[in-house]
Each structure stands twice: as structure tokens, then as C-alpha cells.
């Protein structure tokens, strides 16, 4: 993905902002400004092609509220500022959320959207290419027992993802990507992501990335939470799919991260337990 600055904003862009926008990027390679109400996002083309999608063509279809989109171009997206309480979550609000979720993957399975080439593919073209780091490290075994042959060949994962339908997953949901600007109200953001896939990839992000920042529920009592909302017939193969998705996402994701990681052990053991889990309970590891 080619690096893109904030020098990509054309100047009246920045001048809406005011005199001195505020920095407020995130982790990812997208650079976001804000100041005087309003928020700009600048990043690769792709990306922003997903944002655009997401706040044009789908902000009435979708079943979760969006930032207002004001402007944009082929590299910037302008978008209202959505103030958030951030005051810990409370339990229903976690619950809420994970039923946004589950509408978001209700509304748009076999929606015509899925076609568009634009959308990631996590389990279909991009995936060889997010293996690949994963798949060069040396003794990844030693990291996480078992994962070495699924870096090789991720068949038996792709297998425990199968048969749910396809939907559009929002690619990177987690709590601090749901804004909360009044009580009861909550607007998802960062949709640069945006992918089609099962439903379990979305809720495996969730769960893992929910961990770092929610006292409560539990884990395993957001996954309730969501399956109950999302009407799941089969939870025995969808938590299998939940676990396969949950590996994946350390084969993609967290293995080229543990090289910058490994001085905090601590961490590193807190990130590695759940993969543990749902390798032992997808029979994968020795």
C-alpha cells in the first residue's frame, strides 16, 4: 500500500479544519486531522474508496449510524466530527454494539454490494499475500504449537469458516471504533477495512481486540450476546468458526507485530492465550 501524507489534503480542505488541526491518527497508515467540527481522513486510494462506499452508496442502507460525509476526492474523505463521552463502557452498551454487529451482517447478506471489487477479500485474494510474513518466520511453532502448518496451508481454517453466508464485515470493529456522542447513541467509525466474508471474522476481531479495553461482559458472554442477536442456528460451528477466524487473525496480524511486541512478555503471553484456546479447541495443535 503506497504511504499517503497529510500533504495529500488540498489546502481549503486543511482550512476548514481551522488554524490548528489536531493529529488523531490512529494505527493504521491512513493520516486523520480534526478541528472545527469536521475530521479528514487521507490515505491510499483503496482505502479511501472503501470510506467513500461505506458514507455514500450505503450510509442510508446501513443498519448503524456513520460520520455525515461533507466532501471527499480519490485520497481525502471530510466527515463530521462525532464527539465521544469516552467513559468506560457499560455492559449494555457492549450488548448494543454487538447488536449493531449482528445487523450489520444480517442486512447485507447476498446484498449486490459484495461484488464490488474494492471491498477486501480476507479469505479469498488477499489472503496468500497476509500469510506471507507469517509463513517466512522461523520456528513460528515454537510461538503458537500448530501454526506453522496452517501458515503453509490454511485449508483446515477455511473449512471451519465455511457455510455461513458471505456478508459485509465492517473489517475493523472494536469499541474504540464506536463513537458514543449522546446516551444510546453510537456511531461506527474507521470503515477503511471494509470487507466481504463471514460474519465470524467480524466478531473474531471483536472479541479479540475488545479484551484490551472492556472490564466486562466476559468473552464468552459476548459471544452469547452476539449469537442470540444474529438468530445463530448452529453455535457449536459458529464458535468454529469464531476460533478458525480468531487464528487467522494471529497468522495475519499478530505475527508480523511480535517482533516490536516481544520486549513486553507479558503482553505477548496475554495475546497469545486466546490463539492457544482456539487451537486446542479446533484440534489444530499437538
Known amino acids: 500500500m503506497e504511504p499517503v501524507g497529510a500533504d495529500s489534503i488540498p489546502a481549503e480542505v486543511l482550512a476548514r479544519l481551522g488554524p490548528a488541526p489536531e493529529n488523531v491518527t490512529g494505527a493504521g497508515r491512513s493520516v486523520v486531522l480534526a478541528g472545527n467540527g469536521l475530521v479528514v481522513k487521507t490515505g491510499a486510494p483503496e482505502v479511501i474508496a472503501r470510506e467513500r462506499l461505506i458514507l455514500t452508496r450505503l450510509a442510508d442502507q446501513l443498519p448503524v449510524e456513520v460520520p455525515r460525509l461533507r466532501d471527499s476526492a480519490e485520497r481525502w474523505v471530510l466527515v463530521d466530527q462525532v464527539p465521544d463521552d469516552q467513559a468506560p463502557w457499560e455492559r449494555s452498551e457492549v450488548e448494543a454494539a454487538l447488536t449493531d454487529l449482528s445487523a450489520l451482517h444480517r442486512a447485507f447478506e447476498g446484498h449486490p454490494i459484495l461484488d464490488e471489487a474494492i471491498l477486501r477479500d480476507p479469505l479469498g485474494a488477499d489472503l496468500d499475500a497476509s500469510l506471507g510474513y507469517a509463513r517466512r518466520v522461523p520456528g513460528l511453532d515454537a510461538i503458537l504449537d500448530g501454526a506453522a502448518a496452517l501458515a503453509a496451508d490454511p485449508t ?117 492465550e486466546p490463539r492457544r484456546h482456539a487451537m486446542h479447541r479446533l484440534g489444530f495443535a499437538s
Open 156 to 272: 483446515p481454517l477455511l473449512e471451519a469458516l465455511a457455510g455461513p453466508p458471505v456478508t459485509l464485515l465492517h473489517g475493523d470493529p472494536w469499541p474504540l471504533n464506536v463513537l458514543r456522542p449522546a446516551p444510546g447513541r453510537r456511531v461506527w467509525i474507521d470503515w477503511a477495512g471494509t470487507a466481504r466474508g463471514p460474519a465470524a471474522l467480524d466478531l473474531a476481531t471483536w472479541l479479540d481486540q475488545a479484551a484490551w479495553v472492556l472490564d466486562a461482559p466476559r468473552v464468552s458472554e459476548q459471544f452469547e450476546r452476539y449469537a442470540q442477536a444474529a438468530g445463530v442456528d448452529d453455535v457449536v460451528a459458529f464458535r468454529r468458526g469464531v476460533d478458525a477466524a480468531t487464528v487467522l487473525w494471529f497468522l495475519t496480524i499478530d505475527v508480523p507485530r511480535l517482533p516490536v511486541i516481544r520486549h513486553a512478555p507479558a503482553a505477548v503471553e496475554r495475546l497469545l
